[in-house]
């Protein structure tokens, strides 16, 4: 059984807004869009996508062995929000065309638009034949 355990906390800038950045190869017209598109999101959902975003930096800068292109917060069970802090004990990533089970706890700024803490658990991978179960592609 696989499982990685990563416990870090990030500076103010959200890791989201860092792989926004580094997806569009500008900084500063990357993190102003994201940020801008996060405020229109009910504070919930803003919440996750910022987690979302920063699990795939976080794997991404602490595994070589994996290389993240999507990450969602509820795959196998709903993610539970307390304040600014989201559980998500079902969540999932994809890396290499395949889907990982994923296990993260993500404390978010008062805006929820950047990661103030964030731990993570990476589990087995997700079977090809589960995929449509859990709406992953």
């Known amino acids: 059984?696989?499982?990685?355990?990563?416990?870090?906390?990030?500076?103010?800038?959200?890791g989201g807004l860092v792989a926004a950045a580094m997806l569009n190869g500008s900084a500063p017209a990357a993190d102003s869009r994201f940020v801008a598109s996060l405020r229109h999101l009910d504070p919930d959902t803003r919440l996750e996508q910022v987690c979302d975003m920063e699990a795939m930096a976080?794997?991404?800068?602490?595994?070589r062995k994996f290389k993240p292109d999507r990450a969602?917060?509820?795959?196998?069970k709903q993610?539970?929000?307390?304040?600014?802090?989201?559980?998500?004990?079902?969540a999932a990533f994809r890396s290499k065309g395949k889907w990982y089970r994923l296990s993260f706890v993500c404390t978010g700024s008062a805006d929820r638009t950047a990661v103030v803490?964030?731990?993570?658990?990476?589990?087995?991978?997700?079977?090809?034949?589960?995929?449509?179960?859990?709406?992953?592609?």
Do not use: C
């Not at 803490?117 to 592609?137: H, M, N, R, T, V």
């Open 117 to 137: 803490s964030f731990d993570y658990e990476i589990g087995q991978q997700i079977p090809e034949k589960q995929w449509a179960d859990y709406d992953l592609w």
């Open 79 to 90: 993610p539970r929000h307390i304040k600014n802090v989201l559980r998500a004990p079902g």
């Open 1 to 14: 059984m696989m499982e990685l355990r990563f416990r870090s906390v990030s500076a103010a800038i959200a």
């Open 72 to 76: 969602k917060s509820f795959v196998t």
């Open 58 to 63: 976080r794997i991404a800068r602490d595994s």
